[in-house]
T-cell receptor, first 112, second 112 residues
């Protein structure tokens, strides 16, 4: 089975800090995605990537950036964390085409 | 623009009942449809993936159907158990580039 691993389950960071959320998948999937999930708003796509060193903006990229230096790793970066970035962050990967998504277990980020 | 709707938003049923969760989508030109389960504070677990050429998929007590022409999918849960309590989300790809759109989910509570 494909496994998507997010490095932290819970994080607490201070306003203004630079925050790195790491995601690693182990099945050579081409596509990787970062979502945030908030009550009443559902899942919203932040950034995605179809290949190494490639990135595309999703629906809410403001305040975020990403890095994909290796195929298996996709990092989400909060350049200067703000309290409105307190959320559950979910990483996913897919083979593409008709393969479906596999999600990680999520990172609950609190910015104080 | 593809929109995904799940009704009802919440559902409580006694243990042992069979139940149906609904998902509708506005653009029938989909490649697949995926059902997920999410427990509180956790990531998404894939339950069933139905390809556009299929009418249904089964896994244990779960059966998902797909009717592209009417823009609908249903998730049938047989002999419900308290452990089935969770939020169930459906998702469809927007187009060939594999980004997917999620419904807001149905929060299911099975009463012991």
């Amino acid at each position: 089975d494909v496994k998507v691993t997010q490095s932290s389950r819970y994080l607490v960071k201070r306003t203004g800090e630079k925050v790195f959320l790491e995601c690693v998948q182990d099945m050579d999937h081409e596509n990787m995605f970062w979502y945030r999930q908030d009550p009443g708003l559902g899942l919203r796509l932040i950034y995605f990537s179809y290949d190494v060193k490639m990135k595309e903006k999703g629906d809410i990229p403001e305040g975020y950036s990403v890095s994909r230096e290796k195929k298996e790793r996709f990092s989400l970066i909060l350049e200067s964390a703000s309290t409105n970035q307190t959320s559950m962050y979910l990483c996913a990967s897919s083979l593409g085409g008709t393969g479906g998504y596999t999600f990680g277990s999520g990172t609950r980020l609190t910015v104080v | 623009k593809q929109e995904v709707t799940q009704i009802p938003a919440a559902l409580s049923v006694p243990e042992g009942e069979n139940l149906v969760l609904n998902c509708s989508f506005t653009d029938s030109a989909i490649y697949n449809l995926q059902w997920f389960r999410q427990d509180p504070g956790k990531g998404l677990t894939s339950l069933l993936l139905i390809q556009s050429s299929q009418r249904e998929q089964t896994s244990g007590r779960l059966n998902a159907s797909l009717d592209k022409s009417s823009g609908r999918s249903t998730l049938y849960i047989a002999a419900s158990q308290p452990g089935d309590s969770a939020t169930y989300l459906c998702a469809v790809p927007m187009n060939r580039d594999d980004k997917i759109i999620f419904g807001k989910g149905t929060r299911l509570h099975i009463l012991p």
